[in-house]
């Protein structure tokens, strides 16, 4: 399993694991995720359609729905994690140096 999978797997039991109250491994990430699909789907009204004619002939707008508020939880947690692990690897910088940084893009020295 690569970094990338560890990662998704820690926000995937981050967000969806503790609001479904399960422990979410390689195994039972894929029916984790259709299960909250489905969840997401009832709410939206989407459900029986879901049940009557299939994912495959649902609009892209309706599917789009369901994973835009699934993405936006689980997404937006993923990029935030990014994003503190860049920060984290970063070399610590002075302030001097940062000023030093901006006089010389600005075209003062």
């Known amino acids: 399993m690569d970094g990338l999978d560890k990662l998704k797997l820690r926000i995937a039991n981050e967000t969806l694991g ?3 109250h399960t422990e ?3 195994q039972n990430f894929e029916s984790v995720l259709d299960e909250k699909k489905m969840e997401v789907a009832e709410e939206l009204g989407l459900k029986d ?3 009557n004619v299939g994912w495959e002939n649902m609009t892209t707008k309706e599917v789009g729905k369901i994973g ?3 993405g936006g939880q689980i997404g937006g947690q993923m990029v935030k994690k990014l994003v ?3 920060e984290s690897q970063m070399a610590p910088v002075d302030d001097a140096t940062i000023a030093d940084a901006k006089e010389h893009l600005e075209g003062k020295q």
Do not use: C, L, V
């Open 24 to 26: 979410i491994n390689a």
């Open 84 to 86: 503190e692990m860049a």
């Open 18 to 20: 503790k609001e479904m």
């Open 49 to 51: 359609k879901i049940e």
């Open 68 to 70: 835009g508020r699934m």
